[in-house]
């Protein structure tokens, strides 16, 4: 490529050249990397040094550059060279902080750094600039789904930053459950006093804002497209089928009640036992007065029942605390007590929880007079008298409470659509002929709330017990489909004021979709990033791994059987490229050449040198900027490994471990985020998919005549800086131990 | 059964926790208990009570009467003030221990025999016939509560620190016969009636 020019700037600033031969450095990045211009500096990234760089782009046409200084996650500003491709070698985090000092360690260090220039030389040469992906029109409208007050708060916080918003309602008014509750607990100080809900308010301050508009008796019978080209089909409620464009959706369909008739032994389906919800519909019809029982009768005393169907060991019942119940019966407990402080009110719990300021509103319940029972309910028998049987766990003896009314705190279910694992399995037997698969799958497209016409499914993927999937800690909002944010309850159990703190920061994710959408850019978490992955669509064999394992179900098949990709659903994590099987898939500056080059581009000493190489594929997110930690806080580790970043656990290719051990190191050792139920992967299922590709690994290691432990996968967290560096030291002596690869002098 | 307790039987019927907020000391603190029980872990003399705070205020709750003002747990508080310190609630603990003991007492519910009410009540009557507590008296009164025999064997016991007292002067045999007194006796005993009829008025005990 004639147009193409590479050049390598060492930089010998912090200390790299005190102890590093910068000399030497530049021969390889001129000799064996091939670089047209290699040059170096004390202090490459202050203005002097940057504008070197800049100079050589201007006036010799450098088109990919090679930084060798410090980590790729250091001095990025000043590094940022948006016109051409560029890569770093990490001489300082990488090198100079993380080998120990003195002359014994002289030479090991220098290998380990000319390492790192030949791999940032190798892999500059394979990258291109990522083009972006700069479509002519995209949308920045937003759709709620969900009219209630996760839905509303979403819809008002995107309108008030000026984003048009569209609402989809299934009933026939907003308010959602907000509407069947007389009041709600209360969100300010002094946490005293049941409030009113405020859902008449904000109905209509959505219903006359100029920028949201409402679809009512509406449901999704259709969504198509990709963040910044959403494509929904709204049914309404005459038949009629509207069609809105939107850039990113709100998932705020909320939660229904457990149903008490699942709960016989407590009391369900029988006279006088009712669920919350049952209680604030006497509330509302009592308007003030005395709350009567459906016989008429005044309720003179009553018991409210935690955790009835939730928190259940036994698998029968909701196995997880809904969170908002405890708050909900102390609320109920005042509807009677500032009614009638005679009225006798009994909560009977296990625990109490009040997140956030609830504590000062139990304590409002218990000056008010409430009695606070701690005990586990065993049997509620309804009727004239109700009685309820507990354990009383502080005197630690069986009990019973006698009430005119029985309240059973039954918890949130979600309601997130279909259960893809589901869908996927009758969608593969229904395939098959299977004629009650095929009923099911009519079935299941029923109870879908998105309708997505997705080839993953027709909603998000959902975690446990129901909920959509998100990654809790880092990205609470972000589900499994780019552009698509759930709020509220159908996330997690929660209560009214935690749905709309959800639904304010869900509308910002969806704000910020909307905008990366239109700059052509990837979504969180790498939202400046302008490459997508691009498939040599001759060579695809059609396995479908691509379009299957992809955590954001990006990728479509296209009507010859293809995969078809949809950029902007794409978080670019490299999942896919990781499990082509025929390599295929790549990105402009991320791809199976890439990495490979880097790999082979390490000099590996013959076995005689009795050094061994170990290849470290760490996860960009958690694990490089623990090995970066480790260098920070000096902590010494052995020379002998070459780390490489990879976007993802998942993008790992099982070619690039193939041609490390053909080529001769020692061991590969792969670093990537915790996997399954409790998952800190970054792109949810891409380190789950790494551990499963390399559980299958062994044979090719037998076909080898490889052991087993020459390839190594270890879940590292981004705190884990110090025990990456033992990590490390244990897999440099176990290989010792095993002895070095026979497989050295053939690659 | 005391008048008393009957009225109480009477005007509270099933319902001890509201009894306990009006007639017991700091009773109005029980209902706002929230279980933690670091008041049970809490208390030095812990292991050695039958009812922690804790259960008491779960007993209080659940309408056991005649365990809680029968029980003698309440008696054993030393007032370290432990319990009180570290309630997160800031329930007054160790006041409302007394207050339930004092309570019991009246009412006459309290376990016989429990040796902190009977120094309690020596105590309570050697100083209130003088208005001075004398301290002979008192001593010698305690040591003979469970009969003479007891109560020389009591004092041959306690012999050497009593002869040490006397040799350092802190104690005054001649205190035997009549012993110091304040100026106005009279004028104490009726301060003592008055403070009982209000406080007796106040609990509804009168």
């Keep these: ?747 | 059964m005391t008048t008393a307790n009957q009225n109480a039987l009477a005007k509270y019927k099933n319902n001890f926790l509201k009894e306990v907020e009006a007639n017991v000391e700091d009773g109005h603190w029980v209902k706002m208990c929230m279980q933690c029980g670091v008041c049970a872990g809490s208390c030095p003399l812990g292991p050695h009570w039958e009812h922690s705070p804790q259960k008491l205020f779960m007993m209080i709750r659940a309408g056991k009467r005649e365990e809680v003002l029968g029980s003698d747990s309440m008696w054993m508080c030393t007032s370290c003030y432990n319990c009180i310190v570290r309630c997160p609630r800031k329930l007054p603990i160790t006041h409302i221990m007394h207050g339930l003991a004092n309570y019991a007492h009246r009412l006459d519910l309290a376990p016989k025999g429990q040796p902190t009410r009977d120094i309690a009540k020596l105590f309570w009557d050697n100083l209130a016939k003088t208005g001075r507590v004398n301290e002979l008296k008192f001593s010698l009164a305690m040591y003979f509560k469970d009969g003479f025999g007891q109560g020389v064997k009591n004092a041959m016991a306690m012999q050497a620190t009593g002869l040490g007292l006397l040799k350092a002067k802190r104690l005054n045999p001649m205190e035997i016969i009549g012993g110091h007194k304040c100026k106005d006796i009279s004028g104490i005993k009726k301060m003592i009636a008055k403070a009982r009829e209000i406080e007796d008025r106040r609990r509804g005990l009168a």
């Design chain 1, 1 to 747: 490529m004639a147009d193409n020019k590479f050049a390598a700037y060492i930089c010998s600033g912090c200390g790299i050249g005190d102890v590093l031969n910068v000399g030497a450095l530049e021969k390889i990045a001129q000799k064996e990397g091939k670089m047209a211009i290699v040059k170096n500096h004390p202090f490459l990234c202050n203005a002097e040094g940057v504008q070197l760089i800049k100079d050589d782009i201007a006036n010799e046409g450098v088109t990919h550059l090679c930084i060798a200084a410090c980590s790729r996650r250091a001095k990025a500003e000043a590094f940022s060279f948006p016109t051409v491709a560029v890569s770093r070698a990490n001489l300082r985090e990488g090198v100079l902080w993380v080998i120990a000092e003195g002359a014994d360690h002289d030479e090991v260090r220098q290998e380990m750094a000319e390492d790192y220039v030949r791999m940032g030389c190798a892999e500059v040469k394979k990258m291109t600039l990522p083009g972006g992906n700069l479509k002519e029109s995209s949308s920045k409208r937003i759709l709620v789904v969900g009219g209630g007050m996760s839905g509303m708060t979403a819809a008002l916080a995107a309108a008030d930053a000026g984003y048009e918003t569209v609402v989809v309602e299934k009933s026939g008014e907003l308010g959602g459950f907000a509407n069947k509750l007389l009041k709600r607990v209360p969100f300010s100080g002094p946490y005293a006093e049941p409030q009113p809900t405020g859902a008449a308010n904000m109905t209509a301050r959505v219903s006359h804002h100029p920028l949201i508009k409402v679809h009512l008796n509406s449901t999704l019978a259709e969504t198509a497209g990709a963040p910044g080209r959403f494509n929904a089909k709204i049914a309404q409620e005459s038949g009629a089928v509207a069609e809105e464009l939107v850039g990113a959706i709100v998932q705020a369909t909320g939660f229904t009640t457990y149903d008490i008739a699942k709960l016989p032994e407590l009391g369900g389906g029988q006279a006088n036992v009712v669920d919350q919800a049952g209680l604030e519909a006497m509330a509302k019809a009592a308007n003030g007065g005395a709350i009567k029982r459906a016989d008429g009768k005044e309720v003179k005393s009553v018991v409210f029942v935690q955790c009835a169907g939730q928190r259940d060991a036994s698998g029968v019942h909701l196995p997880y605390c809904s969170g908002h119940c405890c708050a909900t019966s102390i609320k109920q407990a005042m509807y009677f007590k500032d009614q009638n402080p005679d009225v006798d009110t009994v909560v009977i719990y296990q625990d109490l929880r009040v997140p956030g300021m609830g504590e000062d509103f139990y304590r409002s319940a218990q000056q008010k007079g409430v009695i606070f029972t701690k005990g586990k309910a065993g049997r509620v028998t309804g009727g004239d008298n109700c009685k309820v049987e507990f354990r009383d766990l502080i005197l630690d003896e069986d009990t019973s409470a006698e009430a005119d009314l029985v309240v059973l705190a039954t918890g949130q279910v979600p309601s997130a659509g279909v259960n893809l694992d589901d869908w996927t399995a009758t969608v593969t037997a229904a395939e098959s002929g299977d004629e009650t698969a095929k009923a099911k799958k009519i079935e299941l497209q029923k109870t879908s709330v998105l309708n997505l016409t997705y080839r993953q499914g027709p909603d998000v993927p959902q975690f446990k017990y129901g909920f959509a999937d998100s990654h809790f800690i880092c990205f609470p909002y972000e589900t499994r489909r780019t552009g698509i944010y759930a709020a509220g309850p159908v996330r997690r159990p929660m209560d009214m004021l935690q749905a709309q703190e959800d639904a304010t920061g869900a509308a910002l994710k969806a704000i910020q979709a909307v905008e990366n959408a239109a700059r052509g850019r990837a979504a969180h978490p790498r939202a400046w990033d302008l490459s997508f992955p691009k498939a040599r669509l001759e060579g695809c064999t059609q396995c479908k791994r691509c379009t299957v394992e992809c955590p954001f179900g990006a990728i479509d098949e296209d009507e010859k059987r293809f995969p078809l990709f949809n950029e902007e659903r794409c978080r670019r994590c490299g999942t896919c490229m990781g499990a082509c099987p025929v390599r295929v898939i790549s990105f402009e500056n991320y791809s199976c050449d890439t990495v490979g080059s880097q790999i082979k581009a390490v000099n590996i000493p013959d076995e005689f040198e009795e050094k061994p190489r170990i290849l470290i594929l760490a996860c960009e997110n958690d694990a490089y900027p623990a090995l970066d930690m480790a260098g920070i806080q000096r902590i010494t580790y052995s020379a002998y490994v070459r780390a490489i970043p990879v976007r993802c656990l998942g993008s790992v290719n099982t070619i690039w471990i193939t041609d490390a051990l053909n080529s001769g190191y020692d061991g590969v050792m792969m670093m990537g985020c915790k996997k399954g139920d409790d998952y800190q992967c970054h792109f949810v299922k891409g380190s789950e998919m790494a551990h499963y590709r390399m559980s299958k690994i062994g044979d090719t290691l037998k076909q080898l005549g490889l052991e087993p432990e020459r390839v190594q996968t270890q879940e590292v967290a981004i705190t884990d800086n110090a025990r990456v560096a033992r990590l490390i030291d244990e897999y440099v002596a176990q290989i010792n131990e095993i002895g070095l690869s026979p497989m050295k002098g053939f690659g």
